[in-house]
């Protein structure tokens, strides 16, 4: 009940702000106007995020010591929060 209403305000704010090419993002539904699909890096941009790179990655599992999410490896996130380099960051300094 809680997620229906939830849901339904997301689509109701969403409904007016399409891009200007007409590609919706919300987290239930992702629709693109072209047929090429979303665009990930105008995504990236609108929402203030950094792209996830092989470098990240593979920066991550070094300064754990374990491997990331098969996920995350998969390329099935394609951005994050600034907050993740700050934690390596933090991580570094702790050890």
């Known amino acids: 009940m809680v997620n229906d209403?939830?849901?339904?305000?997301?689509e109701q704010m969403m409904k007016d702000k399409?891009?200007?090419?007409?590609?919706?993002?919300?987290p239930w539904d992702?629709?693109?106007s072209s047929k090429k699909g979303i665009d990930?890096?105008?995504l990236i941009a609108k929402f203030g995020?950094?792209?996830i790179t092989e470098d990240l990655i593979s920066r991550f599992e070094r300064i754990t010591n374990q491997?990331?999410?098969?996920?995350?490896?998969r390329g099935l996130?394609?951005?994050?929060?600034?907050?993740?380099?700050?934690?390596l960051v933090k991580y570094i300094l702790l050890i």
């Open 49 to 51: 995020c950094y792209r």
């Open 77 to 87: 996130f394609f951005a994050h929060r600034y907050e993740i380099t700050e934690y």
């Open 18 to 26: 399409k891009d200007e090419d007409g590609d919706l993002v919300t």
């Open 67 to 73: 491997k990331a999410h098969p996920m995350l490896r």
């Open 30 to 32: 992702v629709t693109a």
């Open 5 to 10: 209403s939830l849901k339904y305000e997301s």
């Open 40 to 42: 990930y890096d105008k």
